[in-house]
């Protein structure tokens, strides 16, 4: 039966039939309809399930606070869930009703949706596209503004010329200071707009404000606005024999409306009566009980709201952040007043509906008022009110007014919950945006990267950078890579991309000054020319990071940080220099990426230098360790310095970083005949382990104090400041039980992470005394290792612990740290 | 398409810090870009520049600002290696699908400039004439950055 009218309907081109599926039958509708408006013009009343207790719904709204018909789509685009009075009808919509759960799509059984973000400036924001929305964007674009005017709908009437108008547009949530992210949503699109506005006016209109009464939620039953909308909009008459039941003038207005189109009111019901008895003998239900100013996007800033005895509900006080304004009937303007009025008295208030897409009625309200809670935002708790898509839109100011009466206080005792931003669902793919895939996070590479992948790296995450783990030759297997690159560095030269350690200049009179307060360490007393190894404090007295700092000259020093933490190192200086001791005379300058770092390794290390060509003396004597030289390598300039994390003779090269893959290329052909092997971060790792080396994120996981490590030596005992200094003398630091780095020689490999007992039980829980922090296969010494944190650790050396785990108990001897080399004998090569 | 839009440019760039009291080129206005002696100089902060010049000018730039700092305070650092450049064409539109600086024409000039993220990644531009604003980042976000700025190119 169709009740579309032969005439009418401003937004329909009759010329354009569309053709469309809803719960697997198909229809017609016109280009300009809405699903919900081509579903009531084919006379489809109900269709729809409520979500809980799945009892027969029908559209009740024509807009965004539809609470009852929702839909998946299919066709030609997926989305779950979606209000149908939002959709705009398009040729073969294929649609299914939905009862207020969405479900996700298998990937392959749809295409995704593009989606973008997008960033716009304007000075003046216009959210909703009525009378008064069009009206603020005009004065504002006469003035000179550039203006933007957002509108959920998929048409705004009468748009302004000189204003960007964004139709199909949701304001998901207005932020400080003009912050406002909207969701542009079209079958081939969807687009986040990130708008920074000078100033913000919400035009969000105001929604009819449903009545409490029995039997409110069934078919037929429809906000008497949204049966004018369907008539003037779409030439749809939404039923032909009507009742009205009003608490205002608005509510006589659309049934004279729809008695003008050709419909029967057969009833005109008032405060106090009964309109449960005149639903059966009518096929359309109009109910208003006043209107309510659409304030989400206002009270989510803190604008704050009065109640209007006239409007019988609450609308904006004026008290907002200074850059956001409501106008129109969102401020309560033009709207008609109401009686006061929102609950038909009942003995059972079972089927009185609050919020239909939550099956709550007020029975429920006042079961939860039974139970003791007298706020609002307790019975949202309670009942899930206005938690469901709609967020509440037309049961908000209901469930307050409902909650104050049954209270017996004042109607504005207590005012609507508030509603949180997304306003409307929004896809984790939208938020993402273009940032998924590789561009999810930044993949940073190396100036070396080309050369890792042609010979086969594979490569490890480092923070963001892409670094080589290790370099497997003919199919050899990560164990036996890692050994031979092992055992290239232990006895002839290894070659380490070194490059993604963060490189700090520090320039200025107050540099040494300065250095002195972030390290534990003097770097004061280092002389030009040398080398220092330092660590970096929180203000817990817990190392934060470590490092060498190259004293270039007397005011002038070269620091290098973990990869992982360079950013925070260099935010750490600066935020020190600029808020506590400005008076210092320091400039920092990030340089990680002027340099690359070509670390070579090896008892043959010299041997491969001096192949290259350099102008540098390498003796011993006249290159010490811990040291560096300026010069040339290879016809090119560098900084070699003399440091070592693999307890070989080492020179890390530092070069011009458009440079870098010139001198790697010759230093692997240099020491070709040398023996030597590029070698990534695992057998990095466990060179290290074998010096008791420790790495900060890893051994240091942000409780641990140089102490702790062994390594009280590096905490200068002076009377000066550093950071974390004063930590350092809390009782809780100069306990004796602290956790201390240990070596474990165990029976087996430790799985990293493994908890250690003293004594195995058999009998969970045990006592747990420390972990195991690194765990690996020595190449060097033919048996695992490992390093760990035990309780007094260093007093228990040649003790045995335990670490029970799911496939077995594996042992381990306490030793100290250093399983290889512990003279040093080998640093000079 | 985005090679054609992108186009590398090998340039001297020395870092500088230092009061701007003794500056030897003109001070400008913040976010952007005055000429000294054929150079430009970005306004970065208000007490740091980028001096960016052809090839095989570092060292007269860097002797000329030792120079004129003599004895004074501040900071003169290589930092050629430490960004890659390139030129984008007609780019603005493209780069507001992730940056969130305002680009507008009737904002964002020829002769400014300004350090921001596009695609996450830390870049700075400059807009060098009405068409063409020039990007830099650090090498080792290079690739991320052609990446985001082909696929931006794709979505539209």
Known sequence: MSRRLDTGGSWIDRSRPITFRFDEVEYEGFEGDTLASALLANGVTGGFRSPIIGRPRGVMTAGPEEPNAFVEINEPWFDPIVAATMVELVDGLVAEPRAGVGRLAAPAEVPPVDAVHRHIHVETLVVGGGRSGVKAAVAAANRGDRVLLLDERHRVDNAPDGVTVLPRTTALGVYDDGYVVALESTPELERLWHVRAGRVVLATGATERPIAFAGNDRPGVMLASAAATYLERFGVLAGERVAIFTTNDSGLESADSLRAAGAEIAHTLGVGEDPSTAIDGVDLLLVSGGWNPNLTLWRSMGGGLRYSRRLATFRPNGNGPPWLEVVG????????????????????????????????????????????????????????????????????????????????????????????????????????????????????????????????????????????????????????????????????????????????????????????????????????????????????????????????????????????????????????????????????????????????????????????????????????????????????????????????????????????????????????????????????????????????????????????????????????????????????????????????????????????????????????????????????????????????????????????????????????????????????? | MTDELLVAAELVQVGVRADPSILPFETAEPNTVTTWNGRDVLWLGPDEWLVVGEQGTEDAIRRELEDAFAGRHHSVVDVGANRTVFDLTDGLDLLSNSCGLDLHSSRWRPGMCAQTLFAQAQVILHQRDVRTTRIFVRPSFADHVREAIRVTEFLG
Request: overall charge negative.
């Open chain 1, 329 to 829: 009937s969102a401020y309560g303007d033009g709207l008609p007043g109401s009686e006061t009025y929102w609950l038909e008295s009942a003995e059972d208030y079972s089927e009185h509906f609050v919020d239909l897409q939550r099956d709550q009625t007020v029975a429920d309200i006042a079961a939860a008022l039974d139970a003791g809670l007298v706020s609002a935002e307790h019975v949202k708790r309670a009942t899930y009110i206005g938690t469901a898509i709609d967020q509440g839109r037309t049961s908000g100011v209901l469930t307050a007014a409902i909650v104050n009466q049954l209270l017996g206080t004042d109607p504005d005792a207590q005012g609507p919950t508030s509603a949180r931003p997304p306003a409307v669902p929004v896809s984790y793919a939208t938020i993402a945006g273009p940032d998924r895939g590789d561009l999810l996070d930044p993949i940073r590479r190396t100036r070396l990267h080309r050369w890792h992948e042609e010979h086969g790296a594979v490569f490890e995450d480092v923070g963001q950078w892409k670094r080589p783990r290790y370099f497997p030759r003919h199919g050899e297997t990560v164990d036996a890579a890692v050994a031979r690159e092992c055992r290239a560095v232990r006895n002839a030269a290894g070659v380490l991309d070194a490059s993604t350690l963060g490189k700090i200049d520090v320039a200025g009179p107050d540099a040494a000054a300065f250095l002195d307060r972030m390290y534990t360490n003097r770097m004061s007393t280092l002389p030009v020319g040398s080398i220092r190894y330092g660590f970096m404090l929180g203000l817990d007295g817990m190392v934060g990071d470590d490092g060498v700092a190259l004293r270039l000259s007397e005011d002038h020093f070269l620091v290098t940080t973990t990869t992982g933490n360079a950013a925070m190192v260099l935010d750490r200086f600066e935020e020190w220099l600029q808020t506590e001791w400005p008076e210092l005379r320091v400039y920092c300058t990030s340089v990680t990426e002027q340099w690359s770092d070509v670390a070579v390794a090896g008892p043959r290390a010299r041997e491969v230098i001096a192949a290259l060509g350099t102008d540098i003396d390498l003796a011993p004597d006249a290159f010490p360790f811990m040291t560096f030289r300026d010069g040339a390598v290879a016809g090119v300039s560098v900084r070699v310095a003399r440091v070592s994390f693999t307890g070989e003779l080492s020179y890390e090269i530092l070069v011009d970083g458009r440079r870098g893959l010139e001198l790697w290329e010759a230093v692997m052909s240099a020491g070709a005949p040398l023996g030597i092997a590029s070698y990534g971060t695992e057998a990095m790792h466990v060179l290290r382990a074998e010096k008791g080396f420790v790495i900060v994120g890893q051994d240091i996981d942000g409780t641990v104090m140089p102490d702790d490590l062994g390594m009280g030596w590096i905490v200068r005992k002076e009377d000066s400041d550093f950071i974390g200094r004063r930590s350092l003398r809390r009782a809780d630091s100069l306990r004796e039980d602290r956790k201390q780095l240990v070596g474990l020689l165990p029976d087996r490999l430790l799985p990293e992470g493994a908890q250690l007992v003293e004594e195995d039980t058999g009998r969970i829980p045990m006592p747990m005394i420390g972990h195991v922090t690194s765990s690996y296969a020595s190449p060097s010494l033919g048996r695992p290792i490992a390093l760990a944190i035990v309780e007094r650790g260093r007093s228990r050396h040649g003790e045995t612990v335990y670490a029970p785990l799911p496939d077995g108990t594996i042992s381990a001897e306490i030793v100290p740290p250093v399983f290889y080399d512990p003279e040093g004998a080998r640093r000079d090569g």
